[in-house]
């Protein structure tokens, strides 16, 4: 039996060899289906435009071709890319996405989630709109707000022309009056909860709050004093 494992090794050892690298030609060459998840990028946005709408981040694509080659695609080294440099404000979509992905030669895109994206470009906009101070609970009783003040008085907002002209002011986060007696002063968040435009420098303001009294205290006459006033 040994002398059959022996006899004409080196042979046997090049018929392996041979068998191993056809092995590896063969499950090498074969073909596979894999799935990424590929960035989509928005290149060179025209300064004077903003994007007004939601486009997806991040794009689903399935990828076939030779093992060998899908061993070499990483997921960080692909990307979609999108030109904007010479869009108008407007909606366009841009379609074939595959087209967009730097593979290397010899693999195919068999699918792309979605196949298309919408951008949609509106003018960049700025202007100031008046803070609203928000307030709630009541003072003590016997006392009210006599006064508010806020610094800034007006605030600027910048972003998409269409969401601009729908703001007319920005309102503070609610400033609490429970239990209040007396004049303070307060940095409160400014609230805004749109989606396209944004604050160009301040999100806070400082309110000052004068508190008064609804109604004087009538002064009591003194006890020495009314007596006095009785013997006359």
């Known amino acids: 039996m040994l002398k059959l494992l022996t006899e004409n090794w080196s042979l046997k050892l090049l018929s392996l060899a041979f068998a191993l690298f056809l092995w590896m030609f063969i499950m090498g060459e074969r073909h596979l289906e894999v799935g990424y998840t590929v960035p989509l990028e928005l290149q060179k946005i025209p300064h004077e435009l903003v994007i007004a709408n939601q486009v997806p981040s991040l794009i689903d694509v399935r990828i076939s071709g030779p093992r060998t080659l899908l061993m070499k695609v990483s997921p960080n080294d692909i990307s979609i890319a999108v030109d904007l440099s ?17 593979l ?22 700025e202007k100031k709109v008046p803070i609203k101070v928000v307030l709630a609970g009541d003072p003590d009783p ?19 022309e269409s969401e601009i002209k729908t703001i007319s002011e920005v309102m503070t986060e609610p400033i609490d009056l429970k239990g209040v007696t007396d004049d ?49």
Do not use: C, W
């Open 142 to 160: 016997g006392y009210r707000v006599a006064g508010l003040t806020s610094t800034p008085d007006k605030v600027a907002i910048a972003g998409a």
């Open 184 to 232: 303070f002063s307060q940095i409160v968040p400014l609230v805004y909860e749109r989606t396209y435009t944004n604050f160009v420098d301040e999100n806070t303001a400082e309110i000052h709050v004068v508190i008064e009294a609804t109604a004087p205290v009538e002064p009591t006459e003194a006890p020495a004093a009314a007596e006095t006033k009785g013997t006359r």
């Open 104 to 125: 290397p030669n010899g693999l195919r895109v068999t699918r792309v989630s979605p196949s298309f994206v919408d951008i949609r470009l509106d003018r960049r906009k």
């Open 86 to 102: 010479e869009l108008k404000p407007g909606l366009t979509t841009f379609k074939r996405l595959e087209e967009r992905l730097n």
